[in-house]
């Protein structure tokens, strides 16, 4: 391991494959009559081309928020308030609404939180995609038509779909439509936000397989937001896991799984469920952070095991440990 690597140097390490993505020391802060919410704080991380990463934590650390800033779309009263985030090595921060079109559904798209439920249902499924479509790339209604059922074809919709309201469809099938949409101008990256989290489990599961069969073929780039590690274990490449704001851990599913490093990590996989071997439900005490007022030091100190002195006074910088994982925790630095 390397002790001298600064914060922001998991950017500098040389990869296998080439870094679609890079998020460079991103802060996004909502502003609250009761102060400042620091909803993300310094993370940084690479994706890399054809990686499917997950991306986890508890609910309210900040992972609809990272998701937002990369596509800088994060809403009012949140704003980026520092860090950069680079696709295919152009800066996204700081430039103009029309710019930024030009790279949203084309190489970055988003797959959102309840994507199923912002389907409007009152229009049709052919109007809606239409309209994405159209506002990139003109074309006739027969080229159109094509186009969709295409993508549908891709996410294994019938082309009766075509023509059919959202609110004729099935959870499952919403949710298709929006895997359908995210993919509809080929884009390099897709960022899939909890996709099946509201699904009943058998269509969790033939969803998800959707999504891994499409990103394949596609050989798109993923980062799969979700709570569940036993479901993303499955899926994706590498896991990372973030703690209110802060990304305290990434690695390959394999490190993760088997030796967890940070004390976070290690509860969230000790808080899987297993019927092999019936364990007591590990439960982990300790309040979620309010956003407002957070620690000097390291942000987990309060629920840590391993607390110590300098834990308390100096925060741990993302740090090598072995090719594409990092870790932010003293213990494993020192
Ligand atoms: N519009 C807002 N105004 C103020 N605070 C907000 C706003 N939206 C989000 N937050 C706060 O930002 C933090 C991160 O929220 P975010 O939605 O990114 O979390 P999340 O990890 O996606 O949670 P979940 O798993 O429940 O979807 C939370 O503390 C949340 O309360
Ligand atoms: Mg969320």
Not at 274 to 289: D, N, W
């Amino acid at each position: 391991m390397s002790a001298d690597l600064a914060v922001g140097s998991a950017l500098d390490i040389p990869t296998d494959r080439r870094k679609v993505l890079e998020v460079d020391r991103l802060r996004v802060q909502y502003e609250t009559p009761r102060g400042s919410v620091k909803a993300v704080d310094d993370v940084s991380f690479y994706l890399k081309e054809q990686e499917n990463l997950g991306l986890v934590g508890e609910s309210g650390c900040g992972k609809t928020t990272t998701a937002m800033a990369i596509l800088q779309m994060v809403q009012s009263p949140g704003r980026i308030v520092g860090g950069q985030v680079r696709i295919n090595g152009k800066e996204l921060v700081g430039i103009s609404e029309g710019e930024l079109r030009k790279y949203r559904w084309s190489e970055l798209s988003l797959i959102p939180q309840g994507a199923m439920n912002s389907l409007n249902p009152v229009i049709r499924i052919k109007e809606q995609m239409a309209d994405a479509l159209l506002a990139h790339r003109p074309m006739n209604r027969k080229e159109l038509k094509a186009w969709i059922l295409k993508r549908f074809n891709d996410v294994g919709l019938p082309e009766r779909v075509y023509n059919m309201y959202p609110h004729e469809l099935s959870g499952g099938m919403k949710q298709r439509v929006c895997i359908a949409m995210s993919i509809l101008l080929n884009p390099s990256v897709i960022i899939a936000d909890e996709p099946t989290s509201a699904l009943d489990v058998v269509v969790q599961r033939v969803v998800a397989q959707t999504i891994m069969e499409v990103k394949e073929r596609l050989g798109v780039s993923m980062i799969m937001i979700g709570h569940d590690m036993g479901l993303q274990a499955q899926m994706v490449d590498r896991v990372a896991v973030m703690y209110a704001g802060h990304l305290v851990e990434i690695g390959p599913v394999k490190n993760m799984f088997k030796s967890p490093l940070h004390p976070y990590t290690q509860l969230l996989i000790e808080a899987i469920p297993s019927i092999a071997e019936k364990k007591p439900l590990k439960v982990s005490e300790g309040l979620t952070h309010d956003l407002r007022h957070t620690p000097k030091g390291c942000i987990f100190q309060f629920r840590c095991p391993y607390v110590h002195d300098t834990c308390k006074e100096i925060t741990p910088s993302l740090e090598y440990v072995a090719p594409d994982h990092f870790v932010a925790c003293h213990r494993v630095s020192s």
